[in-house]
């Protein structure tokens, strides 16, 4: 077989992606047709640019899916070394495809032998899962912990400020560096870590859900028994290794058994995820903090302290909701920059395992060879530049749209 050409190799790519392509017409189809009633997602549709972001955003999404746990779109194991196969070209045939084998590496071998293509749709997947809900994670802190400092102020805020300062005055890598490193690892630090900040959503849960039916007693007691029940299975799941909440080779904290651990995590990613709610946490703490210092001061706040409506239901209830708009925004830019931020650890082989997919790994293992055979590097560069680039216009769109709102 000869080697493909490049309009054969975009066109093959095009079919196998075929998946992601339908996925997103239909979810353009509904949302254009429905989106006088989906509130700002739908005003998003308006927004030139906010829709190439979330055009740009969702096809990596959707490619991270169905490549992921779905597995529809690889065309060879990412991790699988192919005789014959290293540094090839995109294009080349493979020379002893067996029946049934996808018979080409449509971009190319890395110098390992390995599919570049298949370990970029494979990268797209640990994208998906840790950028978006480690910053949303992080959410969680910033919101509970800014929205009493900014609101109550005084001595609360004072100490709160402080920590908040105190981590944001270390450098971002080096605080990486620190907490990923085996030594510290072995420690059980990051586990630790984990405890402490994966508790905050049942914390917020909790909160607003008391807070909003506290004068509804038999509603609010049978509600807050099965919402935080079923969160803090899924709370012991998330922070639970083989067993354990922490586990050091001197000691160990037993977890949830086996049989009711819903996530097998990896340690490397928990670790990774620790990491980057740890250093987003005390920027979203200062932006909480600064909305609700403004919005406390206006008349509708005023009205529902005259109602006697108690601290929580407001800061939850009425100060949240009025500042939705720049969160929202700063949660789309703060996926791109963590997506960044992993794909630096990556690069620098801290956290994840050597021959992980993710994109850093990746680019990394290409460097070395960029001169030569620029294609195992370039492509998942190419990649996290669209991606990066989807999520900053589509949080510009959604700037434009909510002050308009």
């Given at each position: 077989m ?5 309009g ?11 998946p992601?392509w ?5 979810l353009?189809?509904l949302?254009i ?5 989906l509130g700002?997602?739908?005003?998003l549709?308006d927004s ?5 972001g979330?055009?740009l955003?969702?096809f990596?999404?959707?490619v991270?899916i169905?490549?992921?746990p ?13 005789s014959?196969?290293?540094n090839?070209?995109?294009g080349t ?9 996808y ?5 190319g071998?890395?110098?390992?032998a ?7 749709i494979?990268g797209?997947?640990i994208?998906?899962?840790i ?8 959410f969680?802190v ?16 004072t100490v ?11 450098p971002?890598?080096?605080l990486?560096y ?6 510290i690892?072995?420690?059980?630090i990051p586990?630790?870590m984990?405890?402490?900040?994966f508790i905050?959503?049942?914390v917020?849960?909790?909160?607003l ?9 038999s509603?609010?007691?049978p ?17 639970s290794?083989n ?11 037993p ?5 009711l651990?819903?996530?097998d ?6 670790v990774v995820?620790v990491s ?7 920027t979203?703490?200062r932006?909480?903090?600064?909305l609700a210092m403004?919005?406390?001061?206006r008349?509708y706040v005023?009205a ?7 601290p929580?239901?407001?800061?939850l209830?009425e ?10 925004v700063?949660f789309?830019l703060r996926i791109?920059?963590?997506?960044i ?5 990556g690069?620098f082989g ?11 790994t990746?680019?990394?293992?290409g460097?070395?060879?960029l ?6 590097a370039?492509?998942?560069?190419v990649?996290l530049?669209?991606?990066?680039l ?11 749209e909510?002050?308009?709102?």
């Amino acid at each position: 077989m000869e080697e493909l050409s490049w309009g054969n190799i975009l066109a093959r790519m095009f079919i196998q992606l075929g998946p992601v392509w339908i996925a997103l017409i239909v979810l353009f189809a509904l949302s254009i047709t429905y989106k006088r009633r989906l509130g700002l997602y739908g005003k998003l549709f308006d927004s030139t640019i906010g829709m190439i972001g979330f055009a740009l955003v969702m096809f990596w999404v959707f490619v991270g899916i169905f490549g992921g746990p779905l597995d529809m779109l690889v065309t060879h194991d990412p991790l699988s070394q192919v005789s014959g196969m290293k540094n090839k070209l995109p294009g080349t045939p493979m020379s002893r495809a067996e029946e049934g084998e996808y018979a080409y590496f449509l971009l190319g071998g890395d110098n390992l032998a390995r599919d570049v293509f298949s370990r970029l749709i494979k990268g797209a997947w640990i994208v998906v899962q840790i950028a978006p809900v480690a910053t949303l994670f992080a959410f969680m802190v910033g919101i509970t912990l800014g929205l009493p400092a900014g609101y109550y102020g005084g001595r609360l805020d004072t100490v709160l400020s402080f920590l908040a300062n105190l981590i944001l005055a270390f450098p971002v890598i080096l605080l990486f560096y620190l907490l990923v490193t085996p030594e510290i690892v072995l420690t059980g630090i990051p586990n630790y870590m984990a405890l402490f900040l994966f508790i905050f959503p049942l914390v917020f849960v909790g909160i607003l859900l008391n807070a909003r039916y506290y004068t509804q007693p038999s509603v609010r007691t049978p509600l807050l028994i099965g919402v935080l029940g079923l969160l803090g299975w899924l709370y012991l799941s998330l922070v639970s290794t083989n067993g354990a909440v922490v586990a050091t080779p001197t000691y160990s904290i037993p977890g949830l058994p086996g049989f009711l651990d819903l996530f097998d995590i990896d340690p490397g990613i928990l670790v990774v995820f620790v990491s980057v709610v740890f250093v987003n946490a005390p920027t979203v703490f200062r932006i909480v903090r600064g909305l609700a210092m403004d919005i406390k001061t206006r008349d509708y706040v005023a009205a529902a302290q005259t109602r006697g409506e108690g601290p929580w239901y407001i800061m939850l209830w009425e100060i949240l909701p009025n500042a939705r708009g720049p969160l929202i925004v700063d949660f789309c830019l703060r996926i791109g920059y963590t997506t960044i931020l992993l794909g630096t650890l990556g690069f620098f082989g801290l956290g994840l395992a050597s021959e992980s997919p993710d994109w850093g790994t990746t680019i990394n293992a290409g460097r070395r060879l960029l001169a030569l055979y620029p294609h195992a590097a370039i492509a998942p560069a190419v990649a996290l530049l669209t991606l990066v680039l989807g999520l900053n216009l589509l949080a510009d769109g959604l700037r434009e749209e909510s002050l308009r709102d």
